[in-house]
């Protein structure tokens, strides 16, 4: 850019850069932070339910004792077999086998809904960390080859000159064409 102040001049260029960066970082926010916001949601999505199946698996372990089914059903099974062959009742180990024989389907299937849950949180933790980086990161959108600066001297050639030179340049190239055309018409046969 040319001005008659050449600091004024050189401060407009680096402005137009400056201006250009903000302008296409705020449009480029736009659509990052409503990517951001979509994440976030679903990260609070996939973390309500991965609270809700373990609030359950809780209440399943502590109300009514069915923590791990392998080793569990095996021994309480065994120890209830024994008890009712010798002739032993216990009402609370009749209560816990019967617990863990009603409860054990629903705890095998909330364990499955829980693996399966955490690969998802986890896929949604790893997007929402990538948008939050978009979202925080700072990019200069223009490429400066040479920084703008201060001339020393003034520049050249003027507009008044660059004007007045194709000014004269297409009244001669008018002449031209207006002498070719004209010639053309005379020497044509009558």
């Known amino acids: 850019m040319l001005d008659t102040d050449p600091r004024y001049a050189c401060a407009m260029v680096d402005s137009v850069r400056v201006f250009y960066d903000r302008k296409v970082e705020e449009l480029h926010k736009v659509k990052i932070r409503e990517e951001f916001n979509i994440r976030k949601d679903e990260l609070a999505r996939y973390q309500f339910k991965v ?51 009603e409860l054990a389907p629903e705890y095998k299937q909330q364990i499955m809904s829980l693996e399966s849950l955490m690969k998802d949180l986890s ?34 050639p003027k507009r008044s000159v660059i004007v007045l030179m194709s000014v004269f340049f297409t009244l001669i190239m008018a002449m031209v064409v207006i002498g070719v055309i004209e010639n053309r018409s005379n020497t044509k046969p009558v």
Not at 87 to 92: I, L, V
Not at 137 to 148: D, M, R
């Open 51 to 101: 609270d809700s199946v373990r609030r359950r698996l809780s209440i399943l372990g502590g109300e009514y004792g069915v923590m791990e089914l392998n080793g569990q059903s095996e021994g309480i099974s065994a120890a209830y077999f024994q008890a009712v062959s010798t002739g032993k009742n216990n009402e609370a180990m009749e209560k816990y086998y019967w617990n863990i024989a």
């Open 123 to 156: 896929e949604a933790q790893t997007k929402y960390h990538s948008a939050y980086r978009e979202l925080t990161k700072v990019i200069t959108y223009s490429v400066v080859v040479t920084p703008p600066f201060i001339a020393d001297k003034k520049s050249w």
